[in-house]
């Protein structure tokens, strides 16, 4: 594939690959930059949430008086573990499919 005029080596982590053609113009390419910025500090934040919502859920939930929600081995619920079972409260199911 032939490399993009705006992408000439100048920026952090420029390798010229853009085959999709996203970074068309200066505007273009200056939002993905900033997206993929916005994406990776989303993704450190997330990095260290998944293990403190695992070793604080029980602290929370009980200064809140829920039932803590985690399944077996104080895991998170999710489709891997089965734990999405463990949510009793029709709330949970209707934001997780108004999100989706």
Known sequence: LPRPALLDGSLPGDRGFDPFNFASDANSL???RKAELKH???????AVGWPIAEL??????DAFDLAPLLASNDRVPSILNDGLSHAHF???????????
Do not use: S
């Not at 604080?56 to 939930?61: E, G, Q, R, S, T």
């Not at 029709?90 to 989706?100: E, R």
């Open 90 to 100: 029709p709330a949970f199911w209707i934001a997780t499919i108004a999100v989706a």
């Open 56 to 61: 604080m859920h029980k602290n929370i939930a």
């Open 40 to 46: 990776a500090r989303l993704a450190m934040l997330a």
């Open 30 to 32: 200056q939002w993905q």
